[in-house]
């Protein structure tokens, strides 16, 4: 006989789980609202921080229901260990109050400025700063400006720099300026020229921020020295960040959907990795022009020398503005000396003033002749031209950002581009082609020259008049004034020099300005 098999052991029945009903994960920290519903504690407190809506019977939720939740959780932690535990600390209300408080304004802005496309910002607690600073010891004290004091830290062996506000009873304008830093800061950290943000502490009155740190301090530590100094950089060295800044600055105006001018561009605003690499720094005072407007009006800011002489006029802003602020910085790039004392020197006047290039250009150039700065001839006075037009009294009149960056990138890079070897190729012109005429481009070239010349490629140069004279007679019926600027981009974008043609980025938004063109049909 086989021996009696051995009893199968019967599972204990599972007992019920609970899910939440927004995030259906585990109901292990459960928590209610005054109206009696249970969510997960992330779910119900990013609801209140959002100041939204109950998931269920859709009650708002205001910092009453705060309350609530926080009396429910002391109630259990009170039943299960001591009467004590549900009376918390005054201060710990207090840092969780200012978490509550600045995490709402926090979310309104990143809603406000950036919709949906917001980045994740990391949160440090009180205490873990104040571990990393060794209590904001004065030892690791690096620059004290008001309202903030700058501190170097260590968090997990990695060097930090910590921002911290230091004002008591802080007014709503710098805790919205600190908030305005940080969603700003998040959005831009991606560009390698930007100070990256690597998180904020919303448990102070004011928000305090952790940036990475820089350990070669900020760009005025390395100009403002005599040339025999170890922190001397040299004119190759100062090109080069020169034209990162631009880029950075170009990034902000053009990155997304609504340009953002920083309005502090100086030299104590850009910082310096261990590589050398430009960092752009501090955008509490940034702003961004709302979308179908050219400028926005708001309270001067700034640096006496630095801002832009329309903005002090009008107090209005457009990416111009910081055109200026990075024209004044290419000055002191370009001579080692501070903007004051360049006004000083040139207007012979110890007051506050700008530089510009109107009355007293002349005396600027005859400064630089004896104060610039050694280096190779031709990208001193090519940089020092470009200078000249960044600074100029009729904002019209200034360089787009985004052509200052490109100028600089080919002066730094010695590039000449010899015009009969440059061509831009069938699938790129393609695109230009079907823009305005509907018609492919191999047709188009045929019709244009008569023959295919070469690979059928479009050139615009001693046969633009052609091209001109074909699109008056084979282009699309719509607006007039928009099919214009759009054959011109087009015309731009098929120049024979690479340099003349226009980047991706300058061609969508130029393309976004010509949809907003009034429209008069044909």
Same mark, same amino acid.
């Given at each position: ?16 789980? &609970? ?15 005054? @109206?009696?519903?249970? &969510? ?137 300026? @600190? !908030? ?79 340009? !953002?001018?920083?309005?502090? !561009? ?14 752009? &720094?501090? &955008?509490?005072?940034?702003?961004? !022009? ?141 695109? @230009? ?90």
């Amino acid at each position: 006989m086989n021996p009696p098999e051995p009893p199968q052991s019967v599972p204990p029945p599972k007992e019920p789980t &609970f899910s939440c009903p927004v995030c259906m994960g585990p109901l292990a920290e459960e928590m209610s609202t005054k @109206c009696g519903h249970i &969510f997960c504690k992330n779910c119900i407190k990013a609801a209140i921080v959002a100041q939204s809506k109950c998931p269920t019977c859709r009650r708002k939720l205001t910092m009453k229901d705060t309350i609530r939740v926080e009396f429910l959780r002391d109630l259990v932690s009170w039943s299960s260990n001591s009467m004590w535990s549900c009376f918390r600390l005054p201060k710990e209300r207090e840092e969780e109050r200012h978490f509550l408080e600045n995490g709402a304004l926090l979310l309104e802005e990143l809603i406000k400025s950036f919709g949906c496309r917001s980045n994740p910002i990391p949160s440090f607690s009180k205490k873990e700063l104040e571990r990393a600073t060794n209590n904001y010891h004065q030892n690791g004290l690096l620059r004290q400006n008001f309202p903030y004091t700058l501190y170097k830290g260590t968090y997990e062996d990695r060097p930090i720099l910590v921002k911290k506000f230091v004002r008591e009873d802080a007014p709503k304008r710098d805790i919205g300026e @600190c !908030i305005n830093e940080v969603a700003v800061a998040s959005q831009m950290s991606k560009h390698k020229n930007v100070l990256k943000l690597l998180g904020c502490c919303l448990e102070t009155e004011i928000p305090t921020l952790v940036f990475e740190f820089p350990p070669n301090g900020c760009l005025s530590d390395h100009i403002f020295v005599e040339e025999l100094s170890p922190s001397y950089l040299s004119w190759e060295s100062r090109l080069r960040i020169a034209t990162e800044i631009a880029d950075a600055v170009a990034y902000l105006h053009n990155g997304t959907s609504k340009p !953002i001018i920083h309005r502090f !561009i100086h030299s104590h605003t850009i910082l310096l990795d261990q590589h050398w690499i430009a960092k752009l &720094f501090e &955008f509490g005072f940034s702003i961004s !022009i709302p979308l179908g407007q050219t400028y926005i009006e708001a309270d001067l800011v700034g640096t006496c020398g630095y801002t832009d002489p329309e903005s002090l006029h009008t107090r209005r802003y457009t990416e111009k503005s910081d055109v200026y602020n990075f024209g004044v910085v290419l000055f002191e790039i370009l001579t080692g000396k501070m903007v004051s004392k360049i006004v000083q020197e040139v207007n012979g006047v110890t007051n506050c003033d700008f530089l510009s290039a109107g009355d007293n250009e002349d005396d600027i150039r005859e400064y630089l002749k004896i104060n610039i700065v050694k280096g190779n001839t031709e990208q001193l006075m090519a940089c020092t031209e470009l200078a000249f037009r960044c600074i100029k009294m009729n904002p019209e009149e200034r360089p787009l950002m985004m052509e200052a960056a490109k100028e600089l990138r080919s002066l730094a890079h010695g590039k000449s581009w010899p015009l009969s070897f440059l061509f831009l190729d069938f699938h790129s012109s393609e695109s @230009c082609a079907l823009l305005v005429t509907s018609k492919k481009v191999y047709d188009l070239v045929i019709e244009v020259y008569g023959e295919v010349e070469n690979s059928g490629y479009i050139l615009v140069d001693d046969d633009e008049k052609d091209i001109r004279l074909y699109l008056k007679t084979n282009i699309v019926r719509g607006n007039t004034e928009q099919l214009m600027a759009c054959a011109e981009l087009a015309i731009r974008c098929v120049k024979m020099n690479p340099e003349e043609r226009p980047s991706m980025m300058e061609a969508t938004k130029e393309l976004r300005r010509i949809r907003r063109l009034q429209h008069d049909s044909l």
